[in-house]
């Protein structure tokens, strides 16, 4: 699994058949425990209705696909959760509610 936040969308008209009617963003991964976003982004499916600047948990390779509504999708990378918080070595490192705003991590 990846950890990302949501930076942007990708739109395409132009498109293989099993992408047709799928939403796809652009997701930069992120440290867990620094929430330090990579310099690398990757464009990701989306399943469960993700917007920008949500902190997301993303599958890749083969089981990018083993959703229900991922099944027959060409995508290397699947949204498959929105992040509400995150726990590590008994600290929270994320917690959604305390954002601020939809895109705090923009500055």
């Known amino acids: 699994m990846l950890v990302g936040?949501?930076?942007g969308a990708v739109i395409s008209t132009n498109k293989v058949e099993s992408l047709r009617g799928t939403?796809?963003?652009i997701v930069q991964p992120v440290a867990l425990d620094?929430?330090?976003?990579?310099d690398d982004y990757v464009i990701c499916v989306d399943d469960v209705g993700?917007?920008?600047?949500d902190l997301?948990?993303?599958?890749?390779?083969s089981s990018a696909r083993q959703s229900d509504t991922s099944k027959?999708?060409?995508?290397?990378?699947?949204?498959?959760?929105i992040i509400d918080s995150i726990d590590m070595?008994?600290?929270r490192?994320?917690?959604k509610a305390k954002e601020t705003a939809a895109c705090s991590w923009q500055e």
Do not use: Q
């Open 5 to 7: 936040r949501v930076t």
């Open 23 to 25: 939403k796809m963003l």
């Open 34 to 38: 620094t929430l330090a976003m990579s």
């Open 50 to 53: 993700a917007g920008l600047g």
């Open 56 to 61: 997301v948990f993303c599958a890749y390779g």
């Open 72 to 81: 027959k999708v060409a995508s290397d990378y699947s949204i498959y959760g």
């Open 89 to 91: 070595r008994g600290h």
């Open 93 to 95: 490192t994320y917690d």
